[in-house]
């Protein structure tokens, strides 16, 4: 009887699955099903079949374009579908902004662009043709708001925010409650810029006017929240900065800046497992690093009430880094594998010491710039730096920030490391004492935010340690915010 069961169940069932056999969607289904599962040679026979089944029909050309770009990584064959698919007729906005990121992971930006501007100008014609479909049009906002976006984020990473500006404002003119998440975390990266960049350039109201449309644009958009954080303080202190004018500083810091234009390593990191970097320092990664100085310089103005500023020069170095130093002793949150990786400024391919000894009573701290992908932790402190062959170091200030690093939120990176030299200076520690595992040791700081923290102790903990320090060096005030003054090598 069991049996008998199980074979009316059978039959049952074999209409629906050759039914299902002929249907594209099904295959479709089935390869997206696959490919979450990462078995993407099944989910490419089963994308061939549901093309098989509709080979007149863009769509399931543009998926399997899709699929290629996003699962095998596979730019060249998704441009080969997405150029089938619209050869079929199929001109939705989303596959050719996939096809601009396809270009643009070849290298090839006009095309990026070109794909770019297609998409925005086939949502906003789908929007006028569509009139009483609340779905669709809803769909199609949420459409021509990512093509707006998209084509802002392409203006800001060539760093043209003149022409950002034009997209945003076109943007910004229609009325619509729809999601534009990507719309609007462009927007915000566009002003965080535009505002950063009158910051370090002592255009105090530009910066206000910028920093402002954040705060008021960004409401619950966690993206933008997360990376954009502290504004409201970064704004007290641009108003701070912007109320006294011209500064006469008790002590300029002074930091040298080498810029390593090339990585080159080729070592086994911690686990034996081997650490291979090949990259260049990019004139784009200077330029923000120089961005994020001029305002960094600004932040450390507003934060001292004007007693103490930044000086930089600059070298290049051409000799490439060769070594990364390995620390499972790191502090830091988060990681893969809790190491901190750092360039060994041992191995530039160049005794450096010579170098320290002739400028040891020029510089407070040096600051080192290189470019990894994949291995582009920040940190700093203080280091001991070699002034001969025998062994002999000067105390200095020591930061080291990867270049990448500066094209995402420079400025408040490098006031977060330059603090690490600052705790070295004035004798606050732990490090990171804004976490709330620290917290405890800095029981009159009630705030919660990390640039309070700073904050908070520019204007209680650091006055009272430079007063301190005054009977032990003798030196005045601010002018002990020095390892230079304090630490001077005798020739």
């Known amino acids: 009887m069991k049996n008998y069961f199980l074979l009316i169940f059978i039959l049952i069932l074999i209409p629906v699955f050759e039914e299902n056999n002929n249907d594209p969607d099904f295959w479709l289904k089935e390869a997206q099903n696959s490919a979450d599962n990462n078995n993407y040679e099944e989910a490419l026979i089963c994308h061939k079949k549901s093309i098989a089944l509709a080979p007149d029909d863009g769509f399931y050309y543009a998926r399997l374009g899709q699929f290629y770009l996003l699962y095998l990584k596979d730019s060249n064959n998704a441009i080969v579908n997405y150029k089938l698919a619209i050869g079929k007729g199929f001109n939705n906005s989303w596959m050719y902004y996939q096809m601009a990121d396809a270009y643009e992971s070849l290298g090839n930006k006009e095309e990026a662009k070109k794909n770019i501007e297609i998409a925005l100008y086939s949502a906003k014609n789908k929007l006028k043709s569509i009139k009483t479909i609340d779905d669709d049009i809803n769909y199609y906002q949420k459409e021509l708001f990512a093509s707006y976006g998209r084509l802002i984020k392409y203006y800001n990473d060539i760093d043209d925010y003149d022409n950002a500006l034009k997209v945003i404002n076109e943007g910004l003119s229609i009325k619509q409650d729809s999601d534009k998440w990507i719309f609007v975390y462009q927007t915000c990266r566009t002003y965080y810029w535009l505002g950063?960049?009158?910051?370090?350039?002592?255009?105090?109201?530009?910066?206000?006017?910028?920093?402002?449309?954040?705060?008021?644009?960004?409401?619950?958009?966690?993206?933008?929240?997360?990376?954009?954080?502290?504004?409201?303080?970064?704004?007290?202190?641009?108003?701070?900065?912007?109320?006294?004018?011209?500064?006469?500083?008790?002590?300029?810091?002074?930091?040298?800046?080498?810029?390593?234009?090339?990585?080159?390593?080729?070592?086994?990191?911690?686990?034996?497992?081997?650490?291979?970097?090949?990259?260049?320092?990019?004139?784009?990664?200077?330029?923000?690093?120089?961005?994020?100085?001029?305002?960094?310089?600004?932040?450390?103005?507003?934060?001292?009430?004007?007693?103490?500023?930044?000086?930089?020069?600059?070298?290049?170095?051409?000799?490439?880094?060769?070594?990364?130093?390995?620390?499972?002793?790191?502090?830091?949150?988060?990681?893969?594998?809790?190491?901190?990786?750092?360039?060994?400024?041992?191995?530039?391919?160049?005794?450096?010491?010579?170098?320290?000894?002739?400028?040891?009573?020029?510089?407070?701290?040096?600051?080192?710039?290189?470019?990894?992908?994949?291995?582009?932790?920040?940190?700093?402190?203080?280091?001991?730096?070699?002034?001969?062959?025998?062994?002999?170091?000067?105390?200095?200030?020591?930061?080291?920030?990867?270049?990448?690093?500066?094209?995402?939120?420079?400025?408040?990176?490098?006031l977060h490391e330059f603090f690490h030299v600052v705790e070295n200076i004035a004798d606050i520690f732990p490090r990171h004492g804004m976490r709330d595992e620290n917290r405890s040791n800095f029981p009159d700081w009630k705030g919660s935010e990390e640039l309070d923290y700073y904050y908070w102790h520019f204007q209680n903990t650091i006055p009272q340690k430079m007063a301190d320090m005054e009977k032990e060096t003798g030196l005045k005030g601010y002018e002990n915010f020095s390892f230079l003054n304090r630490y001077k090598l005798k020739k």
């Open 196 to 414: 950063y960049i009158a910051f370090g350039s002592q255009r105090w109201d530009d910066a206000l006017f910028y920093f402002d449309k954040i705060i008021k644009l960004r409401g619950n958009n966690k993206a933008v929240n997360d990376k954009y954080t502290d504004l409201e303080i970064t704004i007290d202190l641009v108003k701070k900065r912007k109320d006294l004018g011209q500064i006469r500083p008790q002590y300029t810091h002074k930091i040298l800046v080498f810029n390593i234009n090339e990585t080159d390593v080729d070592m086994k990191n911690l686990e034996g497992n081997d650490v291979k970097i090949k990259s260049k320092l990019t004139e784009q990664q200077k330029k923000y690093s120089r961005i994020s100085s001029n305002a960094f310089r600004s932040y450390i103005e507003a934060l001292s009430g004007g007693k103490i500023s930044v000086s930089f020069n600059t070298i290049d170095v051409n000799n490439p880094m060769k070594k990364l130093i390995l620390d499972s002793s790191s502090d830091y949150e988060n990681e893969d594998d809790a190491v901190t990786r750092y360039l060994d400024i041992n191995y530039l391919g160049t005794d450096l010491s010579r170098f320290f000894y002739d400028n040891a009573n020029y510089y407070d701290t040096y600051f080192f710039i290189w470019s990894s992908q994949d291995y582009n932790i920040a940190n700093a402190g203080m280091e001991f730096y070699p002034v001969n062959q025998k062994g002999d170091t000067i105390k200095r200030g020591f930061i080291q920030i990867p270049g990448e690093r500066f094209l995402y939120n420079g400025p408040y990176l490098l």
